[in-house]
C-alpha cells in the first residue's frame, strides 16, 4: 500500500501458488483464469468497495489494461533475474522455469486475465 495527498495506492498481489498449493511444473496454460483451486482477490468485499464506483468508467478499463499489460511486459523482461534470485531452498529446476515463464506470459491466458477483471468490474456496477 501506498498513501499519498492524492490518496492511497493498494498493490493487489495473487497469492495462487506462492503456498506451494500446486507444483509448477503442473500449472496449465489452458486452465484460463480458473479460480477453483484457489481464493480470488476479486471476490473481496474491499475489492468490490474499490472497484465499484470504476465499473463503467471507460478511462479506467483502457487505464488498466494497459497497466496489466505493461506490467506483464516489464515483468517477462526480468523474469529470469526473478528466477535466479529464489532461494535455493525452494527447489525450483529447469521445468519449474519453464512452466512458469509459459503460464505467466502466454498471450491468451493473459488476454482471458484482463477479461475475467472486466467481468468483475461488470458485477460491481
Do not use: C
Not at 7 to 12: E, H, N, R, V
Not at 14 to 26: E, G, I, R, V
Not at 75 to 102: G, M, R, Y
Request: glycine content about 4%; overall charge negative.
Amino acid at each position: 500500500m501506498q498513501i499519498t495527498d492524492k490518496g492511497t495506492k493498494i498493490f493487489a498481489i495473487d497469492h495462487a501458488f506462492t503456498f506451494l498449493t500446486l507444483p509448477y511444473k503442473n500449472i496449465d496454460v489452458n486452465w484460463g483464469v480458473s479460480q477453483g483451486f484457489n481464493d480470488n482477490i476479486l471476490e473481496t468485499d474491499l475489492a468490490k468497495e474499490i472497484l465499484q464506483g470504476k465499473a463503467r468508467k471507460s478511462e479506467f478499463r483502457e487505464m488498466s489494461k494497459d497497466f496489466f499489460f505493461q506490467k506483464v511486459e516489464e515483468s517477462k523482461a526480468v523474469f529470469h533475474q526473478i528466477l535466479q534470485n529464489i532461494p535455493t531452498e525452494f527447489e525450483l529446476d529447469t521445468e519449474d522455469h519453464q512452466s512458469l515463464v509459459h503460464f505467466l506470459f502466454d498471450e491468451n491466458r493473459n488476454q482471458q486475465v484482463i477479461n475475467y477483471f472486466f467481468e468483475h468490474l461488470d458485477e460491481y456496477a
